[in-house]
C-alpha cells in the first residue's frame, strides 16, 4: 500500500495537490494550522491512495512525498 507524507510546514495552501487526486482524497486539514498560517494538505483516506503521485509532482513546494 503507499504511503503519502505531507511536509506540512512547507505547505503554503495552494490547493493544486487536491485537484489533481484521481480518488479526490486530498483536502486541506482545517483543523491544523502551519507556522506560515495556512491550513495544510493531508489524505482524508490513505487506503484509497493508488501511490500515482500525482499530487506530489504537482506541489511547487516539494511538500509531499510518495512512497510505494
Ligand atoms: S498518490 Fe495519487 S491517489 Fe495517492 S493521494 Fe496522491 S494523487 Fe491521490
Ligand atoms: S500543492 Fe503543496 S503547497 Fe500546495 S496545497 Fe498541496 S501540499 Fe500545500
Known amino acids: 500500500m503507499a504511503k503519502v507524507i505531507f511536509y506540512e510546514e512547507r505547505c503554503k ?9 484521481p480518488k ?5 486539514d482545517t483543523d491544523k494550522l502551519n507556522l506560515k498560517g495556512f491550513h ?12 500515482c503521485a500525482f499530487c ?5 513546494d516539494c511538500a ?5
Request: include cysteine; charged fraction near 25%.
Open 64 to 68: 509531499i512525498e510518495v512512497e510505494r
Open 13 to 21: 495552501g495552494c490547493r493544486l495537490c487536491t485537484t489533481v487526486c
Open 40 to 51: 495544510p494538505a493531508g489524505v482524508r483516506d490513505m487506503d484509497m491512495c493508488t501511490g
Open 56 to 60: 506530489a509532482t504537482i506541489c511547487p
Open 24 to 28: 479526490k482524497i486530498v483536502e486541506m
